[in-house]
């Protein structure tokens, strides 16, 4: 009888072995990235060369490896809801209540399921979940926007990293769903905030520029296993991975725990970051976008990236 391998042999956490993988999950990624297209929303993004792709680990070993354009900044978009939800769970630890954490089958912006749901948003990375998050952080906070900025930062190690205004106002000048959004909220009492303020500070969150490596080192905390609380607590470590999981690429979540095996979270700058439990997070950046609004090249590289250097909680 064949002996199974320790979590460490499966993980491969050496630093030559994981550049290895990460050099040829970058060239399949390259390839990839060629047949998606850059967001057109939002000025600053779609005028990102298209071919720009980094691609970062950071081990629980304090060792990072970087690929590529890692230390280029790229706009973190829907990635920000991740770190914007740990900063109200750090002042309030029953927001779950609030924000919910089941899967969803719908669009990350649906205004359908909101409605069949009385208001409640499904999990707080759909656009009705972060924006209760924001409003929660403002009344608690003070402010919908700093905290989050602020907990990159730190985590990050970068004082430096910032949002970018034109970003924000360019999404602020398009927000007629977010803004319906935050009317069926405020109309069943799930916001406190006057909605343009709301939907400022929101759109200033989702303008975070950082880069890879920043990212990585950023959401290292969710890889800890032990029980002292660091950044949050054991069990919200482990829910917050869990939510990932199941809702961090939406209706998407499905696919993508099949090909990759990781809790991720991507935003439409061309983002992803993943997160190993007890080993360590990896972030790619490839700013052409598949059918999903997700990186076409990003997550064909962290597919391959999981295949080769076996990083998959399963």
Wanted: hydrophobic share 45%; glycine share 8%; proline share 6%.
């Amino acid at each position: 009888m064949s002996r199974s391998l320790p979590r460490s042999a499966l993980a491969e956490p050496s630093p030559s072995a994981l550049r290895a993988h990460m050099e040829a999950a970058l060239a399949k990624g390259l390839v990839a990235a060629g047949r998606g297209q850059t967001t057109a929303l939002i000025p600053d993004l779609r005028a990102v060369p298209p071919e720009k792709f980094g691609f970062s680990v950071a081990l629980l070993t304090g060792e990072q490896i970087s690929v590529g354009d890692t230390r280029e900044r790229f706009s973190l978009q829907s990635i920000t809801k991740l770190f914007s939800l740990v900063a109200l769970l750090q002042r309030d630890p029953d927001a779950w209540d609030e924000v919910g954490w089941e899967p969803t089958s719908h669009s990350f912006r649906s205004l359908t399921e909101l409605e069949e749901r009385g208001g409640k948003p499904r999990n707080p990375f759909v656009n009705a979940g972060a924006l209760v998050v924001t409003d929660r952080l403002k009344t608690l906070a003070g402010d919908g926007f700093l905290p989050t900025l602020q907990l990159i930062q730190q985590q990050s190690g970068n004082a430096k990293i910032r949002s970018v205004p034109s970003v924000a106002r360019a999404e602020f000048a398009h927000a007629h769903v977010n803004t319906a959004i935050a009317h069926l909220l405020a109309n069943v009492g799930r916001i406190q905030n006057p909605i343009p303020q709301l939907l400022r500070n929101y759109f200033r969150q989702c303008a975070i520029e950082a880069s890879t490596d920043d990212t990585a080192r950023a959401a290292l905390f969710l890889a800890q296993k032990d029980q002292h609380q660091v950044v949050l607590s054991f069990e919200d470590r482990r829910r917050v991975n869990a939510v990932l999981l199941t809702a961090g690429m939406y209706n998407a979540a499905g696919d993508i725990a099949y090909r990759v095996g990781m809790p991720v979270k991507s935003g439409i700058g061309g983002g992803i970051v993943g997160v190993l439990p007890g080993v360590g997070t990896v972030c790619v950046w490839s700013p052409p976008l598949d059918e999903t609004g997700n990186s076409a090249g990003g997550l064909v590289a962290l597919e391959e990236f999981s295949r080769l250097a076996r990083w998959s909680i399963f």
